[in-house]
């Protein structure tokens, strides 16, 4: 897999719209220019594209998201096509705007593709990454008495709706026979999280790194458990379906997911340089971004069934605690054509 990840070549690009959907389970300029084949036909290839020509809008969050990764890994200026970056607080309103079609790409946790999907939105799960346990927990206070996930009951957790950390509350809750309705659900940003489980405004906060780290190592805070526990967490980059649809914008998002994957190999390889550039890019402390760089070193997985089985607990575990309608099948959100760039 590492191979495959790391050649130079552009693999021909999938026939979009009719394979590949699982079925039944700031400004970045080009170097190169850099020519592949949009859609192949019956007979030959399709029509050639130049990626030059080519400008992606891409979802992120500013400092700790895809353009800090691509800029320590030295990769963000080797996209053979134009980057238009779009900065968001949190995943789910990231995909609100690509459901629009303001966005063509972007990497989320693995709730905010489930949640968004509910209403019908033109978005698809383009590509995967496996988290490490420790990517998300729930914190305390500093000299909180809570000890046990069981004495949450009644209490105040905080987290971000339709967030990666809101599906890990409900496993965490489902998992001691408790309900959302047996605590109280304070539904916050996450900076405002922050401040209020440090200010003990709440008896526990959902979070992921570096937030995590935010908490635990600049004011004290305590984990109380994480994701270690709870089974498999994934990532993900998700798409417009609209980009998706088109041919010059689909090979381009090939190429951005290649890249993209090579730079988190990269940054799991050099931790050091990693937690580096993410402290300056985000004015966190290496006290803080250091074991955040090593609790974030997710790997890059093709989507196959366990993936979307994941996803698709996921809805039902939503649905089961109220906060989609009801459960629907994940799968036509799903897109595999991405796949060969794991093989070999």
């Not at 593709?113 to 698809?124: R, V």
């Not at 009644?154 to 001691?176: E, P």
């Not at 799991?268 to 090593?294: C, E, F, M």
């Given at each position: ?95 609100q705007a690509e459901a629009s079609g303001s ?183 290496p006290s803080v971004i250091g074991p955040s ?52």
């Amino acid at each position: 897999m590492k191979h495959s990840l790391f050649r130079s070549a552009v693999v021909p690009l999938a026939v979009l719209l009719t394979t590949g959907w699982v079925t039944g389970c700031g400004g970045s300029s080009s170097t190169s220019a850099t020519t592949v084949s949009a859609a192949p036909q019956a007979s030959g290839q399709g029509p050639q594209v130049n990626l030059a020509d080519v400008t992606l809008t891409v979802g992120d969050q500013a400092g700790v998201g895809s353009q800090a990764l691509l800029s320590a890994a030295g990769l963000a200026d080797k996209l053979p096509f134009k980057v238009k970056w779009a900065d968001f607080a949190a995943g789910p309103v990231m995909l609100q705007a690509e459901a629009s079609g303001s966005v063509d790409i972007g990497s989320v946790g693995d709730a905010p593709p489930a949640f968004t999907a509910a209403g019908g939105a033109p978005i698809a799960v383009v590509s995967a990454v496996r988290n490490p346990a420790g990517y998300e927990a729930i914190v305390v206070p500093k000299d909180s008495p809570i000890t046990s996930v069981a004495q949450l009951r009644g209490k105040k957790i905080a987290g971000n709706q339709g967030s990666n950390t809101n599906y890990f509350t409900f496993q965490v809750l489902n998992q001691v026979g408790l309900k959302p309705s047996d605590v109280n659900l304070d539904y916050l940003a996450p900076a405002a999280g922050l401040a209020a489980v440090t200010s003990g405004a709440v008896d526990a906060w959902a979070a992921w790194s570096p937030y995590i780290e935010q908490a635990t190592e600049l004011h004290g805070a305590r984990v109380l458990t994480d994701t270690a526990q709870y089974g498999t967490h994934y990532s993900y980059n998700v798409a417009s379906k609209r980009a998706l649809a088109d041919p010059a914008k689909a090979a381009a998002i090939r190429e951005y997911v290649r890249v993209w994957n090579q730079a988190r190999l990269w940054a799991n390889a050099h931790p050091d340089q990693w937690a580096d550039y993410w402290s300056k890019a985000t004015g966190l402390p290496p006290s803080v971004i250091g074991p955040s760089a090593r609790d974030t070193a997710s790997i890059p997985v093709p989507i196959t069934k366990e993936v979307v089985d994941s996803e698709q607990q996921l809805v039902s575990t939503f649905a089961t605690n109220g906060l989609i309608p009801k459960k629907y099948d994940f799968s036509p959100y799903v897109f595999t054509g991405l796949n060969t760039l794991y093989n070999g």
